[in-house]
């Protein structure tokens, strides 16, 4: 067997509704999968398989773009069923993203991502009106301000105390948790097993490093294992790939979990993404709009906790 051949993935998506919240393996990123090649000689046919599902809440009158792998555009008018025209092979990746979403309204993928085995037809598209943002709270009125009173007359002198000791010095703030950029800075590697043969599987390899104080270069490859569970430590066969980089507009905290929210530039335009790690060492990404979804701390960490764990990354 020749050395594995390298094929891209496109976005994954995150998805959420009004009540529920599906986070999935990475948003809108790229990452780099590698498969196992041929030898060049004849063989069976490779199946491929048909990617769809179904979207609901699309206001009349208008409509959304959808794509599979960052391409294969699919324009909907209506609530239905949908399915893209290109096929997937089998064991390839498929992302299904919102490349347009209607006038108003935000739409969320639920089920979005995944490897193709047999036909899918499970996608959840859900749209719903655009939160308004929150107004701006007017000013609250200065208080009047109080009379000075006239000072008092002086009182005869008294003999000076003795000095107060001097208090004792305050304890050391505890430390909080990294932040923004500082939390998303290393490796982490995706928990889905991806097995190939009977002696390799790999799993997904992301990587950030710092390019600003508000930014971070976003890099992908794979570690591989030299048995099908993925088992071990694994190897690096080949050093991660910038995808992007996410410039991060804001952050906060929520219990042991740091939320970060940002947006990368892509050929297609600006695309907006919010992360959640939690405990320092658990890393959940996920596909967001300018106003986002999860416009809380407290929404990120509810997210990342109703994320299956196989969707999301380990720090390596």
């Not at 490779?46 to 960052?70: D, E, F, H, K, M």
């Not at 069923?81 to 096929?87: K, N, Q, V």
């Not at 992908?220 to 569970?229: C, K, P, Q, R």
């Amino acid at each position: 067997m020749r050395e594995p051949a390298i094929t891209p993935i496109t976005p994954i998506t995150a998805t959420a509704t009004a009540t529920t919240s599906t986070l999935v393996t990475a948003l809108f990123g790229s990452a780099l999968l590698l498969g196992c090649g041929g030898d060049g000689g004849d063989g069976p046919p490779v199946a491929r398989y048909r990617i769809g599902g179904t979207l609901s809440g699309l206001a009349g009158g208008t409509s959304v773009t959808l794509q599979n792998n960052g391409a294969d555009d699919l324009r909907m008018q209506a609530d239905g069923a949908f399915a893209f025209p290109f096929l997937i092979e089998q064991g390839q990746p498929y992302a299904v993203s919102v490349s347009a979403a209607p006038q108003g309204q935000t739409c969320a993928v639920t089920g979005g991502a995944g490897t193709a085995n047999a036909d899918v037809s499970d996608v959840q598209v859900v749209c719903a009106a655009t939160p308004a943002p929150a107004p701006t709270p007017a000013p609250s009125p200065s208080p009047a301000p109080s009379p000075v009173p006239s000072p008092a007359p002086s009182p005869s002198p008294s003999p000076s105390p003795s000095p107060a000791p001097s208090p004792a010095p305050s304890p050391a703030p505890a430390p909080t948790p990294a932040t923004g950029v500082a939390s998303l800075l290393g490796d982490w590697m995706q928990n889905n097993c991806i097995r190939w043969t009977s002696t390799h599987s790999s799993r997904v390899l992301y990587r950030f490093t710092q390019a600003a104080d508000d930014a971070v270069v976003w890099s992908g490859s794979n570690v591989h294992f030299d048995n099908a569970t993925c088992a071990g430590t694994g190897t690096i066969r080949v050093e991660p790939d910038p995808f992007f980089t996410i410039t991060l507009t804001r952050a906060g905290v929520a219990g042991n979990v740091v939320a970060g929210w940002g947006w990368v530039q892509t050929s297609n335009g600006r695309r907006y993404l919010t992360s959640g790690v939690q405990g320092g060492n658990y890393l959940c990404l996920v596909d967001d709009a300018e106003v986002s979804i999860f416009p809380t701390a407290t929404d990120v960490a509810s997210m990342v906790d109703r994320t299956p764990a196989w969707q999301c990354f380990a720090r390596r």
